[in-house]
């Protein structure tokens, strides 16, 4: 009878003290990690990195307590997810503060779509630091696309140095962990390819414009990860031949443009930003930081596929495997060349013409630290990643192998019909710039203290262009609302983002119906780039409300 009773004393304490359905509770501490050999001390999410995956039901409520245990106030953004502005978890905005030190933040909202999203700080650099986790949002239904099994790929940019350190050396030496500039070897090669008028003109017109072609990613010397584990690790999903794997791939990574593969393996797209489109195969995805895709493979045999993400810079790679069995490991492609960027990615075929005014262009000085790659990977403990020696692909966007399907955004169609396919009212042009010799990035010539928020009115259609006047890449991110990709298809198919990655040199439209209250923040979603002024404010005010300021 005592072991009956103790049993069912037992019983009761674990239903009392379970998480209710759609809730959950989120302790971040600090806590020091080894990945792939190097330690160093990071932000958790309940001791983890990244955080725990939240699954959530299309239409359920949520509540998300928030534990902060740091000495430093910290906040959750839930990246992509529509719902209340003051739970948008964004300091200074809505009237929210950030969690302050010891204190617990309870979010509560309402779950209105399905699909791939993630979460993470937005308080400072925490984001770097380890602050990140994935969300897995199941339909009210089912999957428009069925599969056997269900996999989140998270890639992400792991180091050992303080987000605080990185900034500093950015604003110090913006060309700081540039390893990769074109040498006097180089300068010999091009000679012999292009003759030396051709390549004394190319060298001149650089350094007039104090711009670097080798600069694709400002920050470099990272660990790549998939799911918080270094290649060696090597992260194993299993499967059964023939058997439908969707993978959802997440870039939560600070500062890393990722090309994903899995050689031998079509990639079905069946969802970009959690939003669901057409099936388009591909071989290949060029991830920008802070979007998602889902897509479906269908492996076959009795064989390891690997799953291979390298960053742009090609500095290293995230891997991982989809195996029938633990413990195998297939064959791991390697590196391509790196590309050098061209003065068309600036949109100009030479230098004729060209306005002497570079206040919102990309600069950069040439005389930076002469540390080599070889230097740097020893300075880090890792193995220099072998490449391809192929001649260097030339532009932002080459590099793929001949016959390689690309995923392009003009090949997004949304599955279903949007609901607005009016026109715009009006067109909102927001300028992508920046001055690299000060390490200052912004939005309209305007650093975010400097700005003026762009207001909307509550239900207008607005066309939203970016221009990017720089020759880095920008993935623009807003919160609190999708917008439909100007890409070519018809209005009713235009595909749903939140994340939108604008090419160096390049332009690129997006419609928008300002159908949710509030002030929401719209930047790059390059860490440092935000954090160096690549930031505004879009307020959304219903006629004769009162946004909290």
């Given at each position: 009878m005592k072991r009956l009773i103790l049993a069912i004393v037992c019983t009761s304490l674990a239903f009392s003290t379970a998480a209710q359905a759609g809730e959950y509770t989120l302790t971040i501490d600090k806590k020091i990690v080894d990945?792939?050999?190097?330690?160093?001390?990071?932000?958790?999410?309940?001791?983890?990195?990244?955080?725990?995956?939240?699954?959530?039901?299309?239409g359920e409520d949520v509540t998300i307590n928030v534990i902060n245990k740091l000495d430093e106030d910290t906040s959750l953004h839930w990246h992509g997810l529509l719902l209340p502005a003051d739970m948008d978890g964004v300091p200074m905005f809505n009237g929210f503060h950030g969690i302050k030190p010891g204190t617990t933040f309870t979010y509560q909202f309402k779950i209105r779509q399905s699909g791939t999203y993630w979460?993470?700080?937005?308080?400072?650099?925490?984001?770097?630091?380890?602050?990140?986790?994935?969300?897995?949002?199941?339909?009210?239904?089912?999957?428009?696309?069925?599969?056997?099994?269900?996999?989140?790929?998270?890639?992400?940019?792991?180091?050992?140095?303080?987000?605080?350190?990185?900034?500093?050396?950015?604003?110090?030496?913006s060309g700081y962990y540039n390893y990769a500039r074109r040498t006097a070897g180089d300068f010999f090669s091009d000679m012999s390819d292009k003759g030396i008028g051709a390549t004394i003109k190319d060298r001149l017109a650089w350094g007039e414009m104090r711009m670097d072609p080798t600069d694709l990613a400002d920050v470099t010397g990272y660990t790549f990860?998939?799911?918080?584990?270094?290649?060696?690790?090597?992260?194993?999903?299993?499967?059964?031949?023939?058997?439908?794997?969707?993978?959802?791939?997440?870039?939560?990574?600070?500062?890393?443009?990722?090309?994903?593969?899995?050689?031998?393996?079509?990639?079905?797209?069946?969802a970009a930003d959690g939003?669901?489109?057409?099936?388009?195969?591909?071989?290949?995805?060029?991830?920008?930081?802070?979007?998602?895709?889902?897509?479906?493979?269908?492996?076959?045999?009795?064989?390891?596929?690997?799953?291979?993400?390298?960053?742009?810079?090609?500095?290293g790679y995230a891997r991982g495997t989809l195996a029938p069995r633990e413990g195998m490991s297939g064959p791991v492609p390697p590196l391509r060349p790196r590309a050098l960027l061209t003065m068309n990615d600036m949109g100009m075929d030479s230098m004729e013409g060209m306005d002497h005014d570079m206040s919102g262009m990309d600069m950069k000085g040439m005389d930076h630290s002469k540390m080599s790659m070889d230097d740097m990977?020893?300075?880090?403990?890792?193995?220099?990643?072998?490449?391809?020696?192929?001649?260097?692909?030339?532009?932002?966007?080459?590099?793929?192998?001949?016959?390689?399907?690309?995923?392009?955004?003009?090949?997004?169609?949304?599955?279903?019909?949007?609901?607005?396919?009016?026109?715009?009212?009006?067109?909102?042009?927001?300028?992508?710039?920046?001055?690299?010799?000060?390490?200052?990035?912004?939005?309209?010539?305007?650093k975010e203290a400097d700005a003026t928020p762009i207001e909307l009115k509550y239900g207008e259609r607005v066309k939203l262009t970016f221009i990017n006047d720089t020759m880095m890449a920008h993935p623009m991110h807003l919160h609190g609302m999708f917008v439909q990709l100007v890409n070519g298809q018809p209005a009713e198919r235009l595909?749903?983002?939140?994340?939108?990655?604008?090419?160096?040199?390049?332009?690129?439209?997006?419609?928008?119906?300002?159908?949710?209250?509030?002030?929401?923040?719209?930047?790059?979603?390059?860490?440092?780039?935000?954090?160096?002024?690549?930031?505004n404010k879009v307020v959304v005010a219903r006629l004769g409300a009162e946004v909290t300021k």
């Open positions: 990945v792939g050999g190097r330690k160093g001390e990071s932000l958790t999410i309940n001791g983890q990195l990244p955080g725990p995956t939240l699954r959530f039901k299309e979460y993470h700080s937005h308080s400072g650099g925490q984001e770097q630091e380890g602050l990140y986790g994935s969300i897995v949002i199941d339909p009210a239904d089912k999957e428009p696309v069925p599969s056997d099994r269900d996999y989140v790929v998270v890639l992400s940019d792991f180091t050992t140095e303080t987000s605080d350190d990185i900034l500093a050396n950015l604003k110090s030496d990860l998939v799911n918080g584990k270094s290649e060696s690790a090597n992260w194993t999903g299993l499967y059964k031949s023939g058997e439908r794997v969707r993978l959802r791939l997440i870039n939560a990574s600070a500062m890393t443009y990722f090309d994903f593969a899995i050689p031998g393996l079509k990639l079905i797209v069946v939003q669901n489109v057409q099936p388009v195969i591909v071989d290949e995805i060029r991830m920008a930081i802070g979007e998602t895709y889902d897509v479906i493979v269908m492996p076959k045999g009795d064989k390891a596929y690997t799953i291979f993400a390298q960053s742009i810079d090609r500095t990977h020893k300075m880090h403990g890792t193995k220099k990643p072998e490449a391809v020696e192929d001649k260097k692909p030339m532009g932002w966007a080459s590099g793929a192998p001949s016959g390689t399907k690309v995923l392009s955004y003009a090949d997004l169609k949304s599955l279903k019909k949007q609901k607005d396919t009016r026109s715009e009212e009006r067109e909102i042009v927001v300028r992508l710039g920046g001055t690299m010799e000060r390490y200052i990035w912004t939005l309209n010539g305007k595909p749903n983002k939140h994340m939108v990655s604008v090419p160096p040199g390049q332009s690129y439209s997006v419609m928008l119906t300002a159908d949710e209250a509030g002030e929401w923040a719209f930047h790059c979603h390059l860490l440092f780039h935000m954090q160096s002024g690549m930031m």
